[in-house]
C-alpha cells in the first residue's frame, strides 16, 4: 500500500492507495483535531484511493475548529479528482467531520458521490470550546446561523475532576427550537447516497436524535436519495475510543458512552458497512 503525504495549495493530508482504484473517499475526523489513519487504511485495503484530510490543528491551517473556510475542502475534492483513474468521490465523516461532510453534500452536491456520516449533527455547530465562535465559513461568510449550545456552570463545576457529560447541554440547547432549526443543514439539497450511524448511549452529544431529525427532513423534503439509518442502541459516540477520553484540543475528559463489549463490537461494523456501503454505491 502506498502512503503519500499532500502537501500542496495550503492542502494537508495522505493519500492511501493500493492498485488502481477508480473511486476515491475523503475522510474528515471531528473536533479533537486527531485525525486516525486506519479507516483511510481500511478504504485503500478494499480498492479505494483513500485521502485523510486535515483542516484544523496542524500548521498551516486553523489551531482551532473556528473560522474553517470550505473553499478548502472545494480544492481538496478538485485535487482528489486529479489523481489518475477516478471518476467518483465519496465524504466519510465522523462528529463534526459527519456535520462537515453533510455541509459539504448540500453546497457541492454535484460533486460528492456518497456520503457516510457517523454520530452526525442535524445542525450546524459553532466553536463549542468558546462561545460565539464560527466553525464553517463560505466566501467569508458563515455557512449557516450557529445552533444555540453552551456547557452550562453546573455541568463544567460538576465536572471538574471528572469527565463531562456533554449530552444533557446539548438537549438543553434544543429547547430553543426556532434558532435550532435556523442552523438545521439542508439535506433536502443532498443529490448522493447518504449512510447515517448512530449511538443511543452517545453522551458526547445526541446522535441518534440527530440522526432521526436527518431523516425526518429529508423524508419531509421529499428527497430522492437512497439513505440509510443504522442506530447501535448501547454504543457510545467514539467506540473505538472507548467509554471515556480526553479532548485533543480542550484538554478535558469527555464521557463518550457505550459499553466495552458493544463499543468494541461497533468499532468493527462501522467501518465494515460503512465500506459495503461505499461498494455498492461506488462500483
Same mark, same amino acid.
Given at each position: 500500500?502506498?502512503?503519500?503525504?499532500?502537501?500542496?495549495?495550503?492542502?494537508?493530508?495522505?493519500?492511501?492507495?493500493?492498485?488502481?482504484?477508480?473511486?476515491?473517499?475523503?475522510?474528515?475526523?471531528?473536533?479533537?483535531?486527531?485525525?486516525?489513519?486506519?479507516?483511510?487504511?481500511?478504504?485503500?485495503?478494499?480498492?479505494?484511493?483513500?485521502?485523510?484530510?486535515?483542516?484544523?490543528?496542524?500548521?498551516?491551517?486553523?489551531?482551532?475548529?473556528?473560522?474553517?473556510?470550505? =473553499?478548502? @475542502? $472545494? &480544492? /481538496?475534492?478538485?485535487? %482528489?479528482?486529479?489523481?489518475?483513474?477516478?471518476?467518483?468521490?465519496?465524504?466519510? #465523516?465522523?462528529?463534526?467531520?459527519?456535520?462537515?461532510?453533510?455541509?459539504?453534500?448540500?453546497?457541492?452536491?454535484?460533486?460528492?458521490?456518497?456520503?457516510?456520516?457517523?454520530?452526525?449533527?442535524?445542525?450546524?455547530?459553532?466553536?463549542?470550546?468558546?462561545?460565539?465562535?464560527?466553525?464553517?465559513?463560505?466566501?467569508?461568510?458563515?455557512?449557516?446561523?450557529?445552533?444555540?449550545?453552551?456547557?452550562?456552570?453546573?455541568?463544567?463545576?460538576?465536572?471538574?475532576?471528572?469527565?463531562?457529560?456533554?449530552?444533557?447541554?446539548?438537549?438543553?440547547?434544543?429547547?430553543?427550537? =426556532?434558532? @435550532? $432549526? &435556523? /442552523?438545521?443543514?439542508? %439535506?433536502?439539497?443532498?443529490?448522493?447516497?447518504?449512510?447515517?450511524?448512530?449511538? #443511543?448511549?452517545?453522551?458526547?452529544?445526541?446522535?441518534?436524535?440527530?440522526?432521526?431529525?436527518?431523516?425526518?427532513?429529508?423524508?419531509?423534503?421529499?428527497?430522492?436519495?437512497?439513505?440509510?439509518?443504522?442506530?447501535?442502541?448501547?454504543?457510545?459516540?467514539?467506540?473505538?475510543?472507548?467509554?471515556?477520553?480526553?479532548?485533543?484540543?480542550?484538554?478535558?475528559?469527555?464521557?463518550?458512552?457505550?459499553?466495552?463489549?458493544?463499543?468494541?463490537?461497533?468499532?468493527?461494523?462501522?467501518?465494515?458497512?460503512?465500506?459495503?456501503?461505499?461498494?455498492?454505491?461506488?462500483?
Amino acid at each position: 500500500m502506498e502512503r503519500i503525504p499532500l502537501r500542496e495549495n495550503g492542502l494537508v493530508g495522505t493519500f492511501f492507495r493500493q492498485g488502481r482504484p477508480k473511486a476515491a473517499v475523503i475522510y474528515l475526523g471531528g473536533s479533537s483535531g486527531v485525525l486516525s489513519d486506519q479507516p483511510a487504511c481500511a478504504l485503500a485495503s478494499c480498492g479505494f484511493l483513500s485521502l485523510a484530510l486535515a483542516y484544523f490543528a496542524t500548521d498551516p491551517l486553523p489551531p482551532r475548529l473556528e473560522s474553517v473556510p470550505l =473553499e478548502y @475542502f $472545494e &480544492r /481538496a475534492i478538485q485535487r %482528489v479528482k486529479e489523481e489518475s483513474g477516478i471518476e467518483k468521490i465519496a465524504l466519510w #465523516g465522523g462528529s463534526r467531520g459527519a456535520e462537515l461532510a453533510l455541509i459539504l453534500g448540500t453546497l457541492f452536491p454535484n460533486q460528492i458521490d456518497a456520503i457516510a456520516a457517523h454520530v452526525p449533527s442535524s445542525v450546524v455547530f459553532g466553536t463549542l470550546d468558546r462561545e460565539g465562535g464560527v466553525a464553517w465559513t463560505y466566501r467569508n461568510q458563515p455557512i449557516l446561523p450557529s445552533a444555540p449550545f453552551k456547557y452550562t456552570q453546573k455541568t463544567m463545576g460538576e465536572c471538574r475532576d471528572s469527565a463531562i457529560l456533554a449530552t444533557p447541554c446539548f438537549l438543553k440547547a434544543m429547547q430553543d427550537r =426556532e434558532a @435550532f $432549526e &435556523r /442552523a438545521s443543514i439542508p %439535506v433536502e439539497k443532498l443529490r448522493s447516497p447518504l449512510l447515517l450511524i448512530s449511538a #443511543g448511549d452517545d453522551q458526547m452529544w445526541p446522535s441518534k436524535l440527530f440522526a432521526d431529525q436527518i431523516v425526518e427532513r429529508l423524508r419531509k423534503y421529499g428527497s430522492s436519495i437512497p439513505f440509510f439509518h443504522l442506530s447501535y442502541e448501547h454504543v457510545g459516540h467514539a467506540p473505538s475510543k472507548g467509554e471515556i477520553g480526553l479532548h485533543a484540543i480542550m484538554n478535558r475528559w469527555f464521557v463518550f458512552g457505550g459499553s466495552p463489549k458493544e463499543n468494541a463490537k461497533a468499532s468493527v461494523e462501522w467501518v465494515e458497512k460503512t465500506i459495503r456501503f461505499f461498494q455498492d454505491y461506488l462500483s
